[in-house]
C-alpha cells in the first residue's frame, strides 16, 4: 500500500507542485463517483436482543466500486478502471480528515478532493463525507 501510495505521489508531484494539489479537482468527475457510491454502498445491520441495530462495516452492491487488497478502491466508470485511495490530512487531528485521489490506469492524478471529514473511511470519502448510507437488514 505504502508503494502505491508514494507511486501516486510521485506521479502527481511532477504535475504540480503539491502531491495533493487543488488544481486537480475534476468536478464533474468527483460528483458521479458520489453518485455511484450513494447508489452501492450499503449499510448493514443486525437487530440485537433488545430490538436495537447493530451495525456491520460499509459494503459495495455493486461490481463497478468494489474493494482492492491494498485498502483501496477500483472504479469501473464509462468504460475507466479507476483506482482511489485515501491519506490522511495534514489538518486531521487523529484521522478524521483525508484526502481522496483518484487515478486512471496509467497511474495519472485524474481526480481529488482535500480535507474530507471521512475519519480514514473510503466509502464516506468517496461520497464526499456522506455518511448515510442505505441500511440493510442482513438477518
Same mark, same amino acid.
Given at each position: 500500500?505504502?508503494?502505491?501510495?508514494?507511486?501516486? =505521489?510521485?506521479?502527481?508531484?511532477?504535475? @504540480?507542485?503539491?502531491?495533493?494539489?487543488?488544481?486537480?479537482?475534476?468536478?464533474?468527475?468527483?460528483?458521479? $463517483?458520489?453518485?455511484?457510491?450513494?447508489?452501492?454502498?450499503?449499510?448493514?445491520?443486525?437487530?440485537? @436482543?433488545?430490538?436495537?441495530?447493530?451495525?456491520?462495516?460499509?459494503?459495495?452492491?455493486? &461490481? !463497478?466500486?468494489?474493494? &482492492?487488497?491494498?485498502?483501496?478502491?477500483?472504479?469501473?466508470?464509462?468504460?475507466? =478502471?479507476?483506482?482511489?485511495?485515501?491519506?490522511? @490530512? !495534514?489538518? @486531521?487531528?487523529?484521522?478524521?480528515?483525508?484526502? =481522496? $485521489?483518484?487515478?486512471?490506469?496509467?497511474?495519472?492524478?485524474?481526480?481529488?478532493?482535500?480535507? $474530507?471529514?471521512?475519519? &480514514?473511511?473510503?466509502?464516506?470519502? =468517496?461520497?464526499?463525507?456522506?455518511?448515510?448510507?442505505?441500511?440493510?437488514?442482513?438477518?
Amino acid at each position: 500500500m505504502l508503494i502505491l501510495i508514494l507511486s501516486a =505521489l510521485l506521479v502527481s508531484s511532477s504535475a @504540480s507542485a503539491s502531491p495533493v494539489s487543488a488544481s486537480v479537482q475534476n468536478n464533474g468527475l468527483l460528483k458521479d $463517483i458520489r453518485q455511484l457510491t450513494i447508489d452501492c454502498v450499503i449499510e448493514p445491520y443486525v437487530l440485537n @436482543s433488545s430490538g436495537d441495530k447493530v451495525f456491520g462495516d460499509l459494503t459495495s452492491t455493486c &461490481d !463497478e466500486l468494489q474493494p &482492492d487488497r491494498n485498502g483501496g478502491m477500483r472504479i469501473s466508470f464509462k468504460g475507466a =478502471l479507476l483506482r482511489a485511495f485515501i491519506i490522511e @490530512s !495534514e489538518n @486531521s487531528d487523529g484521522g478524521d480528515l483525508n484526502h =481522496l $485521489i483518484i487515478l486512471n490506469g496509467k497511474g495519472a492524478v485524474v481526480a481529488e478532493r482535500h480535507d $474530507i471529514l471521512a475519519f &480514514d473511511n473510503i466509502y464516506i470519502a =468517496l461520497a464526499g463525507g456522506d455518511s448515510e448510507f442505505r441500511q440493510v437488514r442482513v438477518d
